[in-house]
């Protein structure tokens, strides 16, 4: 019989060689040439049904790790019907051997209650498990529970020890939401430094709101210096990812020529990209813009239309530019402009 190491696939084995030991009846093989097909990797094709069908037969041999891969394989419908219970057992089954990505998997569903009776207490405890195997994702699924006090007591030192280790093993979501809890001190104690460490180990990673967050701290000097250079370019970068506040704060600097060279023109290109994000603040700035003439042609019908689209979200201030912009308009235009202001909305299907 074929020996094949443990957690060993790929190129390191000609897929022949493997389905020969998988119909040969080796649980191990069988399991490696389902990850193959549900991969495409070793020289094969990707194909959720052949994967299916090695991955059940590896599962009921008993490998953990295809339990766990057929049960994703039944989450998610891939070659086969959706079929949430039956993902549950196999789930259940990978868990009970050790395997941290069953556990998650099976906490989630108990947290959604798919497949199962919602239960938020078993989510924490299938959570702790994997967690304390070292699991980086569990570690930031247990210390939301912890921050949030759902199945669990609410606790934010511990939240926020469990945000750390997932943080040190890469989560970026974890460095997000440690940074969050220093900066705003719920459940430990305010430390705005260590705040914009981690906002900013989330931020290198690129996640969007990170940067955000980091670009705010730096443009206000929150937790050391004052460097609105700086902050411009964490601002480029969350826009860049398509965030609204991102785009709107970097279009208000550089409208006013703080931390880059002036350039509105720009800003109004970051407004209108906002303005589509569904920013009321940046509908109400474009409006602004256009009133003005400022890096754009003036448009008082244009003014108007995002006026009233700010003033729709109840942004403060809009109404009254709205009606002192409608003192310049004529009835016809007035009509045109909120014409344009619903078939913006109808085209975004809001």
């Avoid at 556990?103 to 239960?119: E, H």
């Avoid at 939401?177 to 460490?197: F, N, S, T, Y």
């Avoid at 931020?203 to 902050?231: C, I, K, N, P, S």
């Avoid at 002036?262 to 700035?285: C, F, I, K, W």
């Amino acid at each position: 019989m074929l020996c094949i190491p443990r957690g060993l696939y790929g190129a390191a084995l000609p897929w022949q060689e493997v389905q020969s030991a998988a119909v040969g009846g080796h649980v191990e093989a069988q399991r490696m040439l389902g990850q193959f097909y549900l991969e495409g990797e070793g020289g094969v094709e990707k194909d959720p049904k052949r994967a299916g069908y090695w991955l059940e037969k590896a599962a009921r041999g008993g490998d953990g790790l295809a339990q766990s891969l057929y049960g994703y394989l039944l989450s998610q419908g891939l070659g086969r019907a959706v079929d949430e219970e039956g993902a549950v057992y196999w789930y259940r089954l990978a868990a009970a051997q050790g395997e941290p990505k069953a556990m998650i998997a099976l906490a989630l569903k108990y947290r959604a209650g798919l497949g199962v009776k919602r239960d938020a207490r078993q989510a924490v405890q299938l959570f702790r498990q994997a967690a304390e195997l070292g699991d980086g994702r569990a570690q930031y699924y247990l210390g939301d529970h912890l921050a949030r006090g759902e199945g669990i007591p609410r606790d934010g030192a511990q939240a926020a020890q469990w945000y750390e280790r997932a943080a040190r093993s890469g989560s970026l979501l974890a460095a997000l939401a440690l940074g969050q809890m220093l900066e705003q001190g719920k459940g430990v104690q305010a430390d705005g430094a260590m705040a914009r460490h981690w906002y900013e180990q989330a931020a290198q990673g690129g996640h969007a709101e990170a940067q955000f967050r980091l670009a705010l701290m730096w443009e206000e000097g929150r937790g050391g210096v004052r460097d609105v250079a700086v902050a411009v370019d964490w601002y480029r970068k969350a826009a860049a990812q398509g965030d609204t506040r991102g785009a709107v704060n970097l279009g208000y600097l550089l409208a006013h020529g703080v931390g880059a060279p002036r350039d509105e023109q720009q800003a109004v290109a970051l407004y209108t990209q906002a303005a589509q994000g569904g920013s009321a603040t940046a509908m109400y700035n474009l409006g602004v813009r256009y009133s003005m003439g400022s890096g754009v042609k003036q448009d008082l019908i244009a003014a108007y239309q995002w006026f009233h689209l700010a003033w729709q979200q109840h942004y403060k201030g809009a109404d009254a530019a709205r009606e002192q912009v409608a003192m310049q308009l004529k009835g016809a235009q007035i009509a045109q402009a909120r014409a344009q202001a619903a078939q913006w909305l109808s085209d975004k299907g809001r």
